[in-house]
């Protein structure tokens, strides 16, 4: 039997299972029940590279690793298959809150990565549900009206109630059934409203058709989103009251800026190393980036984000990826020069650009939307919404900035490493550690092949 638990994180009997399994000297240690529950997981994938979660802290972890990765090429959804397992549900409600607490202490409510929670709950929600739908109709629909009814009175809710949830996005106002304000969910209801307009035709399957259970999944999983993003925001206000936060969420906190920041190598980063004509596309190396561009990826928490984005990262980002030997020549480019179709630009220059500004606190382009004419502005194609070949050469295509001007005007990026010593722009220290970084690869190489006697 399906617990209603392993969808709603926010029922009475969810908060009975962690005040039972969430005191926090227990969340670190290994569980055997967990470790057998995993084990025993019809289809999961078993193997050392897969770090299966033996903790309630590793199975959060893990949470956040799969919401990630299952955009990346490589992700097989069978190292995750225990997510699916509804006899998890004790330990899921119980990491579900670790999460977001991690979430709402170390990084802020209004953080890249509280978004991603919120998100990952809803993708969550969203395959159990899907899986669901193997039972029959019957219970599929009791188990989400139960479900529902844990939030909502589902015979009784008027749309102006649900004005936040429908403010997620995740439905139109639209297609919703309406009497005098009153949402129609349940079918009684329906047939009770419209019961003597249908005619010639199953009013079961109109039902369906006009709400029914998609109508029910919906609503379940955006009033869950909305509580979860509630629930971030309540602990980062009672954490502002903390002294010191408990070292277990700095802890799992640091853990999922380190999955963040794998996560994103594994989008971008360091495909094909090794060439160094840096007259043409190269991609990116991220682990060259310098200490102001990974501050700088990483978000912006405080003022300058809108100059941070827009006139220090956009130029550094499309460089580095279309052409990085800039400055080894005194001319103008296009972009269009080394990047014709513009593909590369509208699939990763751009992506990379808007998460860094995603990330920020609060995103940039929530209320400040007009900064994607900016980007594109920067990156030579005017002021204009869409990032198009016709509108090239209106505006110039901006050089990195040098670290004498970042210091000057934008001083918290810049925080120094020993590479940046005789550095004169971000660039340039990108050029040479990529360079250095190929050259410590081959003496190792060569190495081994001498510790081996070949
Ligand atoms: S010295 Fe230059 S490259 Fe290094 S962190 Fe500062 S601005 Fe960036």
């Not at 529902?148 to 059934?177: A, H, P």
């Not at 003597?196 to 609503?219: A, F």
Request: hydrophobic letters at 35%; one cysteine or more; charged letters at 25%.
């Amino acid at each position: 039997m399906i617990k209603t638990s392993f969808i709603n994180p926010f029922s009475s009997d969810a908060k009975e299972i962690v005040s039972n399994l969430g005191q926090i000297e227990n969340l670190d240690k290994e569980n055997e029940t967990l470790i057998t529950i995993i084990n025993y997981t019809r289809g999961q994938l078993f193997g050392h590279e897969m770090n299966l979660p033996k903790t309630l802290k590793q199975l959060a972890e893990k949470k956040f690793e799969w919401y990630l990765s299952k955009k990346s090429d490589k992700f097989n959804d069978k190292e995750y298959e225990y997510l699916f397992n509804p006899e998890i549900y004790e330990y899921d409600i119980v990491s579900f809150y670790l999460l977001c607490q991690a979430v709402a202490i170390g990084f802020g409510p209004d953080s890249r990565e509280a978004k991603q929670v919120v998100e990952l709950e809803r993708d969550l929600i969203d395959q159990r549900l899907e899986r669901l739908k193997a039972e029959p109709n019957d219970f599929q629909s009791n188990f989400l009206r139960t479900t529902l009814n844990q939030l909502i009175d589902t015979n009784n809710i008027y749309w102006t109630d649900l004005k936040d949830v429908i403010e997620m996005g995740e439905f139109d106002l639209n297609n919703l059934l309406l009497s005098k304000g009153r949402l129609i969910i349940e079918y009684e209801d329906f047939i009770e409203e419209y019961g003597e307009l249908i005619q010639h035709r199953d009013p079961r399957s109109m039902y369906e058709v006009t709400g029914g259970l998609d109508l029910k999944s919906n609503l379940l999983k955006s009033i869950i989103m909305l509580h979860t993003k509630q629930y971030i925001q309540t602990v980062a206000k009672m954490a502002e009251r903390m002294i010191e936060p408990n070292p277990l969420m700095d802890n799992l906190a640091e853990n999922l800026r380190n999955i963040q920041e794998k996560a994103q190598e594994q989008k971008y980063g360091s495909r094909g190393k090794g060439s160094f004509n840096d007259n043409q596309p190269v991609s990116y190396e991220m682990e060259a980036f310098p200490p102001c561009v990974r501050k700088c990826m990483q978000g912006i928490k405080s003022g300058g984000r809108n100059d941070a984005i827009v006139l220090f990262l956009t130029p550094f980002i499309s460089y580095a990826r279309l052409y990085p030997g800039i400055f080894s020549e005194d001319k103008n480019m296009k972009i269009s020069e080394v990047d014709p179709s513009l593909d590369i630009t509208l699939n990763e220059v751009i992506p990379m650009i808007y998460d860094a500004a995603e990330a920020c606190s609060p995103p940039l382009f929530k209320d400040q939307p007009q900064e994607k004419i900016n980007i594109n502005s920067k990156l030579g194609f005017g002021m204009h919404a869409d990032l198009k070949l016709d509108h090239e050469g209106e505006t110039q295509w901006y050089t990195p900035m040098s670290c004498e001007k970042i210091k000057l005007h934008m001083s918290s990026l810049c925080t120094p490493s020993v590479d940046c010593k005789k550095i004169g722009n971000p660039l340039t220290y990108y050029n040479r550690k990529r360079k250095l970084m190929k050259r410590n690869n081959n003496n190792n190489k060569g190495e081994q092949v001498n510790n081996n006697g070949n």
